[in-house]
């Protein structure tokens, strides 16, 4: 991604480093290889103690820091549960957010660690976890919000535009509360979403809102604010937004043993320790009855 001018670039300041290098150079993308030979993919983890997690630089979910390290909520929790189950070593790749399950299937690492949203489609192309967490939908509006819109219905009334994340859910979202697809841009990373807002050539932009508060908290200057977050509909029925870690169809034992410790997690306090510093709160915890077999079948 490139910038017009150095000013620009100076104020959109970026929420996380782009690019495999900052998570152990480019040759970790290009030669990387899941675990293992012969053994199914738990017990070459733990008996080599390393694990590979794809991630998307989707901030705060997962993504690179300023130092190169790899943080966010999916990659620390994916790193304590890992911990718990005797493989301390967890390396990551970044690739772009639509290519994270076709590498996952190409073998070019066994977990995706990026908050991935549990979707019917996805499901039938990968196997997930318990849903680790349940988010809200928000929009990324001009200070103020001129306009008065609070909701996708409220984009597609107005005939606003709205800017969405390449293969993110928040498109079908968008269309489904009949935003026209003349107004809906769809963009590759999240700064772009803020400086589409900023710059006009959008209204507005379509993410959780965990995601939209914590671009904020890292732009204060940029002159926009976040909407309350609200539940989205598709074919006039509510549709619940929660995110898993992704596996391959055949990594029934894999994702087996990181459930048992998600719940673990989930159930001790430990996940909100950890996901806490990147904006996540109790009321992300996902309830009970919310499974993933009624996420990829709804």
């Not at 998307?56 to 990659?75: D, L, V």
């Not at 196997?127 to 990324?140: Q, V, W």
């Amino acid at each position: 991604m490139a910038h017009s001018e150095w000013t620009r670039r100076d104020f959109f300041r970026r929420s996380a480093v782009v690019g495999a290098a900052a998570v152990g150079g480019p040759a970790l993308l290009a030669a990387c290889q899941s675990t293992g030979g012969g053994e199914d993919t738990l017990t070459a983890a733990k008996n080599a103690k390393t694990i590979k997690i794809g991630i998307a630089n989707e901030a705060p979910y997962g993504f690179a820091n300023s130092s190169g390290e790899t943080t966010g909520e999916a990659p620390e929790v994916a790193r304590a549960v890992f911990k718990a189950l005797g493989v301390d070593n967890v390396q990551a790749s970044v690739v772009p957010f639509d290519q994270l399950i076709p590498a996952l299937n190409a073998k070019q690492f066994d977990v995706v660690a990026a908050g991935m949203n549990i979707t019917p489609t996805r499901c039938k192309a990968a196997l997930f976890s318990d849903p680790d967490y349940s988010a809200l939908t928000a929009l990324l509006v001009p200070k103020g919000n001129p306009q008065g819109i609070t909701t996708l219905a409220d984009v597609a009334s107005k005939k606003v535009k709205v800017a969405v994340l390449s293969a993110a859910v928040e498109k079908g979202y968008a269309t489904g509360a009949g935003v026209a697809e003349g107004d809906i841009e769809t963009l590759d990373t999240q700064d772009n979403m803020l400086r589409a807002v900023t710059t006009g050539r959008v209204y507005c932009a379509a993410l959780t809102d965990i995601s939209l508060k914590w671009l904020v908290k890292q732009n204060p200057d940029a002159g926009v604010e976040v909407t309350a977050g609200f539940t989205p509909t598709e074919n006039g029925q509510p549709v619940v937004s929660a995110g898993g870690f992704v596996f391959r169809q055949d990594d029934t034992s894999l994702r087996d043993a990181f459930n048992q410790q998600l719940k673990t997690l989930h159930g001790n306090g430990q996940w909100l320790q950890i996901a806490s510093p990147f904006g996540f709160g109790e009321s992300n915890l996902p309830s009970a009855d919310l499974t993933t077999d009624k996420l990829c079948n709804a």
